[in-house]
């Protein structure tokens, strides 16, 4: 869905998030529209439930099954749409949360705030930095000393004293 972020709580690269942080709060006239939709057939359903009505209500769930989806496809969590359907409020912006662990490598620019995002752009990078690659050149006369999956030390002038181990994979 397109929207604009209106306030961002992820800011610089090298930020740490954890999975379900807010990452910013976004608003989209389509996420309103849908959620007007959610609590129209949520109220729909239960008028039905009332009456003797099976085949309208079952039309009904599955309206509502298909709206419920259509907000799960755009990352609203389970909680999040239970939220809208207890307190049958809309809300006018939307919390996005990150739905992984890591180290922020990039992101969109320099300020996110009142950005118009559409479908299909990435606004952060997030990487999970506990696993690295090292590409490494060596000296010809040294590969005859080199084995796959050997113990690898590597230190660099940027962090003096400090040693990573790891194994050579290529």
Known sequence: YEGWIEKAKVNYIGEPVRRGDVLFEIYSPQLVTTEQEYLATVSYQQKLSEGDYPDALGRA???????????????ITDEQIEALRKSRKITRTLQVYSPVSGVVVAKMGDSLEGMKLSPGMNVYKIADLSSLWAQVEVFEYQIQQLRLGQSARITVDAFPGRAWMGKIAY
């Open 61 to 75: 769930r599955a309206l509502l099954e298909a709206t419920r989806e259509r907000l799960r496809y755009w990352d």
